[in-house]
């Protein structure tokens, strides 16, 4: 074959080549077309089974893209398509959570609550630090500030919780709640130690023989708890702070807040003193008695004592970092009258808590009496005190606040101390 008639051969290969290669081409376009909407479609009408972050890890359903700009190409799509937000409730949500955890430094595919407390520990820090910068940016955001302060001492207790894993240090507590129930007994009869608060006399029942299991399976439940949090009220911190009201109004379309709590953001978002502490006021309600309720009351009832006995440690070892707020151990301290046996009147005195932060009407006795007059008396007179202290890193705001090292001491002095009197 001659050059020129090569020449012509290859030229017509490569025509025929570029020709199949278009009609590949083409063809593909033709067939993908239907698939444009497929995408957004397999998103629509998800449930948000992931929403209580018990059952595994990442987003609020697992089949959803985690990372913001797929999220909010899928969500504009779905609102071009003019669909009900209803339709994108999931999708919506998941958006608005990955733009948080993103704001925060957080990988939400990651993010595993049940992995532990090392492995979650820079989780901690930078969901609170996320929190109080939303307050240091946003005067009217007082739950995210309490909530982010209040993280430390939180978080810092966690930190102990998981050193206590490996059970000496919640073994150690035993003997002394034992010391004080027998002395008790002694001293004025069963009927008075029956009048001890619950969760001491679990502790002194089952304070030695609490595995690393039982303390594992508790610090996850409270992480549980923790990212339950974050992804209830986050989103909606997020949405507000960059989409204002018509974007909390959008997520109230689609099913994911009640009227009271998009009226509790119309109170904050109107910056009046009153009206912002009522919204606030309302948001932290719902996370303690919607969000979390039930999940502090599991915890309490596992494995009976053991439950019992743990969620009671947590009460007397918090020291909270709200200025002016008493310790949750100090708050309504015990004291018992009665009958000795003798037959005088004898009154019992404890510098111990005769509630369990577990119980939720009495835990939100303590936010109501306590938390909230006291850090909204912060925002309102000492703004430039509570900057600076939320200004502080917060590793170092994490560390501060770690309770486990004075645990012993608290119930050590409960009994050094312990009183009688007799009328």
Known sequence: MSRTATRRHTRLGAAALALATAVTVVGSALTAAPATAAPLDRYLNLPTVNRDAAHGPGGINPILPT???????????????????????????????????????IDLKSWDPRAGVTANRGNLIKSYRYYENLQLAHRELQWAGMAGMVGADFGGGLADFELATNVYRIGQLQPIANAIVSETNRTLGPVFVDK?????????????????????????????????????????????????????????????????????WEQIASKQPDAVAAGNA???????????????????????????????????????????????????????????????????????????????????????????????????????????????????????????????????SALDTMKVTYQ
């Open 282 to 412: 309302r948001l932290l309600r719902r996370e303690q008695g919607e969000v979390i309720k039930d999940q502090w009351d599991a915890v309490r009832a596992y494995k009976g004592d053991i439950g019992e006995a743990l969620t009671y440690a947590t009460t007397i070892a918090g020291s909270p970092s709200v200025a002016g707020v008493v310790p949750p151990r100090s708050f309504h301290p015990m004291q018992v009258t009665g009958t000795g046996p003798d037959g005088r009147t004898a009154t019992l005195t404890l510098p111990l808590a005769t509630w369990n932060w577990s119980v939720y009407p009495e835990r939100w006795e303590y936010i109501t009496e306590q938390l909230l007059p006291k850090y909204k008396n912060l925002v309102d007179n000492h703004w430039a005190t509570l900057r600076a202290q939320l200004q502080v890193p917060y590793e170092q705001q994490f560390e501060s606040h770690r309770p486990i090292w004075n645990i012993g001491p608290t119930l050590q």
């Open 196 to 264: 001890l608060p619950a969760g001491l006399r679990a502790l002194a029942r089952v304070g030695a023989v609490i595995s690393a299991a039982d303390l594992y399976k508790v610090q996850g439940d409270i992480l549980v708890m923790q990212k339950n949090i974050f992804t209830d009220l986050m989103p909606q911190h997020r949405a507000y702070v960059t989409g204002g009201l018509p974007a909390l109004r959008e997520m109230h379309a689609a099913g994911l807040m009640s009227d009271d709590i998009l009226h509790a």
């Open 67 to 105: 990372d913001v700009p797929t999220l909010k190409k899928l969500v504009e799509a779905a609102r071009a398509d003019g669909d009900a937000p209803s339709s994108y409730r999931a999708l919506l949500l998941q958006y608005w959570l990955a733009e948080a955890t993103h704001a925060a430094g």
